[in-house]
């Protein structure tokens, strides 16, 4: 059983850029939520995706957009890229409890470094 | 103020201590806490998911939800190496996050 896998693992970009960032749920699991951990922070909750809509955002700006496919696979788009997005981007997938948000799963993450 | 807030550390303890991690929040509405493990280089894993107050005990693990309090913490009895990882407690509701506490365990 496959568990959470992001892709790619590794990127650099340019300042200004724009980055898509993938994520295949765990098998079973209808929820993905996205989070951007900086070096030695905890995750900050980005937003989190069940069918196909946006159901939870945190305190992002809307140069973070993202989309859920029928599939419940989803990917994460970073418009404007600035130094300061460079962080390590996880991915958590779950089954949908509402508000309970119970048990994540996470990726191992893709690494993001903007230059 | 964050909703979640935790003690960063780091934290170093011999092998075999009782390890406390304690974590504070605001948001009254908060009813499901979790607490997460990470390893160095890889995505945060599920220790403990925990209802309102009280205590959840797994295998070595506690987890202790005071509301009055807005206190939650995690208990690591007979401490080992392999418990060295950073550890987030977090808001379910609200899918938030502490820094995390850098635990080592000292062979």
């Known amino acids: 059983d496959a568990g959470v896998t992001q892709s790619p693992t590794h990127l650099i970009k340019t300042r200004g850029q724009q980055v898509t960032l993938r994520c295949s749920p765990k098998s079973g699991h209808d929820t993905v939520s996205w989070y951007q951990q900086a070096l030695g922070q905890g995750p900050q909750f980005i937003f989190q995706?069940?069918?196909?809509?946006?159901?939870q955002r945190g305190n992002f700006p809307d140069r973070f957009s993202g989309h859920q496919f029928p599939n419940y696979s989803s990917e994460l788009n970073v418009n404007a890229l600035l130094l300061g997005d460079s962080a390590l981007y996880l991915c958590?997938?779950?089954?949908?409890?509402?508000?309970?948000?119970?048990?994540?799963?996470f990726g191992s993450g893709t690494q993001l470094s903007v230059l | 103020q964050k909703e979640v807030e935790q003690d960063p550390g780091p934290l170093s303890v011999p092998e075999g201590a009782i390890v406390s991690l304690n974590c504070t929040y605001s948001?009254?509405?908060?009813?499901?806490f979790m607490w997460y493990r990470q390893y160095s280089r890889k995505g945060p894993e599920l220790l403990m998911y925990t209802y309102s107050s009280g205590n959840k005990e797994d295998g070595r693990f506690t987890a202790q939800v005071d509301k009055s309090s807005k206190y939650i913490s995690l208990f690591i009895r007979d401490s080992q190496p392999s418990d060295s990882a950073t550890y987030l407690c977090?808001?379910?509701?609200?899918?938030?996050f502490g820094k995390g506490m850098k635990l080592t365990v000292n062979p």
């Open positions: 977090g808001g379910s509701e609200k899918l938030v």
């Open positions: 958590a997938s779950s089954l949908y409890r509402g508000l309970r948000n119970e048990k994540l799963f």
């Open positions: 948001n009254s509405a908060f009813q499901y």
């Open positions: 995706y069940y069918e196909e809509e946006e159901r």
